[in-house]
């Protein structure tokens, strides 16, 4: 585990590795939990389906209550890190006290918000008179561990953001071993079906936070939570609000593009094209979710000698990034490429569906290639305090173009489903572009300055 210390002095490379690694495995360890949950809920006998379809229903608004917790944590590691970087360990501590307290108000209202108008909301996100049972069954339950999960995603930051990606990786590892064990155990022996897996899902998440709290008040963590840091102060908080925004739109409009894109394809192709649009969206996490795993490696890096103003090892660390970054995306764009069926193959085995989703997933997946640059340069926006572009960028790529996409192309195109794939890609390389250029200006200019202070100091 990297400590303080070595973020400043270790060699980048070996640093990356041995940050990046963990982050990595925990990303996939999560997408691997969420798919055996799904696998236990589709296998209750003679409901199964239709219990699959009502759980499916409540994922957008667990979506948003994760990214709640992206808002405050991802928000407040980098502010922390950075504040570390400087010496100022008063401050960093003053963050981690605020966070821990303004997540606790979040949990709060998200709890009663979702307690309060959970019909409606799955009702808007196409749940069914024959699946809202089960998807208010499953989703009652995981709202009262909100708090939970507030406390597991969101403060398990503060663990990646010192250095202890180990420990950080050993949050999911614990939740999702925990969930995948009880379930069958609830679900099935107990008979408790989808309540039963929200109730091994929230007791999962419970002893997560738990692991979180306990390292973050114990004698290995930097940064520890202390009564007299929990009051809120505008000063500390705000600021970590403005630097969460872009994850937290990131994550939170995913349940927004759910809905458009399942509206639109169910318009143009029907069921086929939406259970393709499934297996898109699978593929995208397994390309996804490594590279935030990446990036999250990254961040500790970036942030703690930003503040200690080593731009060198900010511009190492940046470029390596950027390198494994492309690489990783240039990989999987030619797998989709040139395997297309194998891909679409691990999710389903009805011969009709693989064949319409093959050619799909080239379509979507058509500029893959950029996704690496994107999210390299996104996410050090974020890593260097920079709220502003990183928040422009965050709706640039979903709100500003996707969206619109989605509904403009079909008006122009003959094949209409083709061109609701299609806004994909597009979206993809305008973003990508927009934000390499901005960065590239950003960075520059940033290191500018940093000479010019130096000069001014010699």
Known sequence: MADNNTLGTEKIGKLLLNLALPAITAQIINLLYNLVD??????????????????????????????????????????????????????????????????????????????????????LFGASENTIGYAEDYLTIYALGTIFVQYALGLNMFITCQGFAK???????????LNIILDPIFIFGFGMGVQGAALATILSQ?????????????????????????????????????????????QSTESLLFVCLNSSLQRYGGDIAVGAMTILSSVMQLATLPLQGLTQGAQPIVSYNFGAQKLDRVKKAFQLLLLSAMAFSTAIWLGVMLLPRAFAGLFTNDTALIDYTAGSLRVYFAAG?????????????????????????????KVILLIPLIYILPLFLEDQVFAVFLAEPIADTLAAATTVTMFTVSFKKLMKNQKAADAATT
Not at 225 to 246: D, T
Not at 373 to 391: E, Y
């Open 167 to 177: 420990t950080s990786m050993l949050t999911v590892l614990i939740g999702a071993v």
């Open 369 to 397: 290639l950029v996704m690496g640059a994107q999210m390299a340069c996104q996410q050090t926006f974020i890593a260097l305090g920079n709220a502003k572009s990183s928040v422009f960028l965050a709706l640039l790529r």
């Open 38 to 123: 799904r696998i236990y809920i589709g296998h209750i006998p003679e409901i199964g389906s239709a219990a699959l379809t009502g759980v499916g229903v409540t994922f957008p608004i667990i979506m948003i209550v994760s990214a709640f917790s992206s808002l405050v944590g991802m928000g407040g590691a980098p502010q922390a890190s950075i504040m570390m970087g400087r010496k100022d360990h008063r401050g960093a501590l003053k963050v981690v006290g605020n966070c821990v307290s303004f997540l606790t108000i979040i949990a709060v209202l998200l709890t009663a918000a979702i307690l309060i108008f959970k019909r409606d909301l799955l009702m």
């Open 206 to 250: 419970a002893v997560s936070a738990v692991w979180v709290v306990k390292f973050l008040c114990g004698k290995k963590t930097t940064l520890k939570i202390k009564r007299e840091n929990l009051r809120l102060q505008k000063e500390i908080i705000l600021p970590v609000l403005a630097l969460g925004v872009s994850p937290f739109i990131m």
